[in-house]
């Protein structure tokens, strides 16, 4: 095949030439910048949260008063246990995926000038962090008399584990067993470290900081309640929950079950995570509305090209081009333009992801994305190009000896 | 002339459907792409309280202990009980009012309504005032209530509606966790987005049903819904002396001139709080506006600024494309306005008919993308975040959909029309 007549014909029509490239070039930024998005929502939306989901669910109580509060939770807990296929109850103040209520500051020097972060304490009774399934990597779990009676928000102090994202995040590099830090004041000690806890709200956070979270071991009491972790074999878990939530409505009518936070973790997860499907979706319904904008366009401007066109294509197979020969030059030439349009479409999807990453705290587009892109776009100008390059292919070489 | 014009589009647009479809259908998407993701953002971004709003001012105080402190850092965004209370009776400003968001259980009289939970809102009576809360019957509580923690309350019209099938329901009672409140008064529609006052509680979530005398909830242990920030030792055993910010204090202050001396008040109070010991660090106040507060927490979520941006990224491409059919079918037309030419038609009403054809193109685009924006619309009303019932076309954006449409199509248009009109006639002549 020979470019060189291409080019030359190519230059009698370079602004149609240029409008064809310069949509190729912002499809191709819009194309990778938006699938770089829907990878980054995906992969977040498959976060890891280190806990037995299927197998636990949520219970949350409300509408209480505080002095009625161990009563009410003696009642519940004893209900909840009494439900036939429920494994373990145990208190936790915040969940995976559900309620937050151990958001805190941390520093690694007892001044506070070192500042650690904000993580998420997730302030335990026995058995809980066994119920949640966080497994211990290093150190130990929690011992029976780690579990320290409290009053306030959690345990002024105590024996806890952390997970490895935190740790590497503190103390890079080093032994995290032994480490202290403080919060509100109050002192910590890492015994063990968890392989991964994600904190209830992970979708505020940065990939990094999604892994932040510190088990405290704490004694159930007034300040522990209305807020419990329910372990049921995972296929029974919608019969367990339904009999749970009627169970406690039962033993403790004054209270107010929080539906919304009451449900299994993994339906928990699903809506944690709402948002980020609407925007992926969106922007797969973006990237197919531009491809066939894009495609119907080239259809469009190849198939005036070819009218334009007939009288010479007639000449050309009147002088000896076969059929193959015509279909391949508008093949070619179409590969040309796209790929002039995707040289260009790779500067502005690095100039756009540039964009993005200074207002929306967005990675670096990775590299591998262009090519990728690149292909897409030269199979969609093939596909576009094929039914009028057909019917140029179709011109009879007879049209050569007519005059219109 | 513009209707002979306007008929050689017509028929030069039907000569070839398949390309006008195109050119209108790109055009469509485009512009429906847009206009969805610019609606939702407009009606994200609102002033929730036009005319007001540039006279409400949301006070921020440093009470924190000196522990991470960071001089460039911002005050904590909500205010103490003690600071509350000093700014609250200090009465430096037109009005003022102290708030928190909280739930009660109500417990209906009639047996037909099991009790339930409902969002509520725990303020000091400047509030209606303030906020030009619109009244359907009676009117707020006053000071003396709010000192004698009344065991008043102020109802929705929803909730009225819920409760009292909408009749005027003022001095009735309304047994709310176990307490009888006396019903003095029942809101209009009010609605403000975003829920400026109190972003805890959800930027755009549906507001509370009843409203409270702060006092009144606090020593009734009402329920809290909102965050809370603390120092030092926190604690929440009494929230009334607690080292932690959990209320949002909100001002009017009518001029610029006011707004400055309130500055100046609140740098003044710092002061004073820090030689007493009760502050630690040096002033640090800041008094913003309310736009300026919603501006400053970033309450219009960045996913829809960001599909903003890729809505314009595709109808930057579907422009392209359409520039691309206008030309194809601009030139295709060469014969025909190499004859016009021939016959005496300037080169200006060339143009101009040209022009008027992309601009009917532009038009019916346009009808396409309201019609797309409206199904846009729909699928974001039926998303589960909870700013998408909010998600409606009004008469701006409507109009905007078509001077848009019809810009973006002549914008297209000029391109292509530009590069018809100047083919010499005769060259056209001849080769035909």
Not at chain 2, 75 to 102: C, K, N, Y
């Amino acid at each position: 095949m020979q470019i060189q007549p291409i080019l030359a014909a190519l230059r009698r029509h370079r602004l149609a030439t240029a409008l064809i490239a310069l949509e190729i070039a912002l499809a191709c930024a819009v194309l990778c910048n938006a699938c770089f998005i829907i990878a980054q929502r995906v992969s977040a939306m498959h976060i890891v949260s280190g806990a037995d989901e299927a197998a636990l669910a949520s219970v949350q109580l409300t509408g209480y008063d505080s002095a009625q509060a161990a009563d009410v939770d003696a009642r519940a807990l004893a209900a909840l246990r009494a439900v036939p296929g429920v494994e373990s109850v145990s208190p936790i103040n915040s969940i995976p995926f559900g309620s937050r209520r151990g958001t805190a500051g941390i520093s690694t020097d007892a001044a506070g000038e070192h500042f650690g972060g904000v993580i998420e304490f997730y302030v335990g009774g026995p058995g809980s962090l066994e119920a949640l399934g966080a497994k211990v990597v290093a150190g130990r779990a929690p011992q029976p008399d780690d579990f320290r009676a409290f009053t306030g928000f959690m345990p002024d102090g105590g024996s806890v584990q952390i997970t490895r994202a935190l740790a590497e995040h503190l103390w890079p590099g080093a032994d995290p067993l032994g480490k202290e830090f403080w919060s509100l004041k109050s002192h910590y000690r890492v015994v063990g470290v968890l392989k991964d806890l994600v904190r209830p709200d992970p979708t505020g956070w940065t990939p990094e900081q999604r892994q932040w979270s510190v088990f405290l071991p704490a004694q159930p009491g007034p300040y522990l309640t209305g807020s419990y972790l329910l372990r049921a074999n995972p296929g029974d878990m919608p019969r367990v929950m339904r009999d749970a939530l009627a169970a406690v409505a039962k033993a403790v009518p004054e209270v107010v079950i929080d539906r919304e936070a009451s449900q299994s973790v993994s339906d928990l997860r699903h809506d944690v995570f709402k948002n980020d499907r609407v925007m992926a979706a969106m922007l797969v319904g973006v990237i197919f509305a531009m491809l066939m904008v894009t495609a119907l366009g080239i259809v469009g401007l190849a198939s005036f090209w070819v009218q334009q066109r007939r009288r010479q294509i007639g000449i050309r197979r009147a002088i000896g081009a076969t059929r193959r020969d015509i279909l391949h030059y508008f093949q070619t030439e179409n590969f040309l333009i796209v790929g002039g349009g995707i040289a260009l479409g790779m500067v502005l999807a690095f100039a756009l992801n540039l964009v993005l990453m200074k207002h929306y705290e967005l990675p670096r587009l990775p590299l591998y994305y262009l090519p990728v892109a690149a292909l897409a776009l030269w199979v969609l100008g093939q596909l576009a190009v094929l039914g009028p390059a057909l019917r140029a292919a179709a011109v009879p070489p007879v049209v050569a000896t007519r005059s219109v | 002339m513009f209707t002979y014009y306007l008929d050689l589009a017509l028929r030069s647009l039907k000569r070839n459907k398949a390309l006008t479809a195109l050119m209108v259908l790109a055009l469509a998407l485009g512009i429906g792409a847009s206009m969805t993701t610019l609606t939702v953002l407009h009606v994200l971004s609102g002033d929730p309280l036009p005319g007001k709003s540039h006279q409400l001012f949301y006070p921020q105080l440093d009470p924190q202990d000196m522990d991470g402190y960071k001089p460039q850092d911002e005050p904590p965004e909500q205010v103490s009980w003690i600071d509350g209370m000093a700014l609250l009776q200090a009465r430096r400003a037109h009005f003022q009012a102290l708030m928190t968001g909280g739930a009660v259980p109500i417990q209906p009289a009639q047996s037909s309504i099991d009790p339930f939970f409902e969002d509520a809102r725990y303020t000091t009576a400047d509030f209606f005032p303030m906020f030009d809360v619109p009244f359907l019957y009676g009117q707020g509580w006053n000071a003396t209530d709010d000192e004698a923690s009344a065991h008043v309350a102020v109802l929705t019209r929803e909730l009225n509606e819920k409760l009292f099938g909408g009749k005027d329901s003022t001095g009735q009672t309304l047994r709310m966790n176990d307490v009888a409140f006396r019903i003095v008064g029942v809101l209009d529609s009010w609605r403000p987005t975003p829920h400026f006052y109190d972003l805890n509680t959800g930027s755009y979530s549906a507001d509370e049903g009843v409203f409270v005398p702060l006092a009144t909830a606090t020593d009734l242990k009402f329920a809290r819904n909102g965050s809370t920030d603390c120092w030092d030792k926190g604690s929440s055993e009494n929230m009334k002396t607690a080292t932690c910010t959990w209320l949002q204090f909100w001002v009017q202050l009518d001029t610029p001139a006011e707004a400055t001396a309130y500055r100046e008040f609140l740098l003044n109070y710092s002061r004073e709080q820090k030689a007493l010991g009760h502050f630690q660090r040096p002033p640090n106040v800041r008094l913003r506006d309310v736009m300026g507060w919603l501006d400053y927490n970033k309450v219009v979520p960045s996913d829809v600024h960001l599909q903003v941006w890729l809505a314009f990224g595709f109808l930057l491409v579907c422009l392209v494309n359409t520039v691309g059919l206008m030309l194809a079918k601009f030139l295709r037309r060469s014969g025909e306005l190499g004859v016009r030419r021939a016959l005496g038609a300037s080169r200006r009403s060339l143009f101009a008919q040209l022009l008027v054809e992309a601009g009917a193109v532009g038009l019916v685009g346009g009808a396409g993308g309201l019609l797309l924006a409206l199904l846009g619309l729909w699928l974001v009303r039926g998303q589960p975040s909870d700013y998408a019932a909010l998600a409606h076309l009004d008469l701006p954006m409507l109009l905007a959909t078509f001077v848009a449409a019809v810009m973006a199509s002549l914008l297209a248009g000029l391109l292509p029309a530009w590069r018809a009109c100047l083919t010499p006639p005769a060259l056209q002549l001849k080769s035909n």
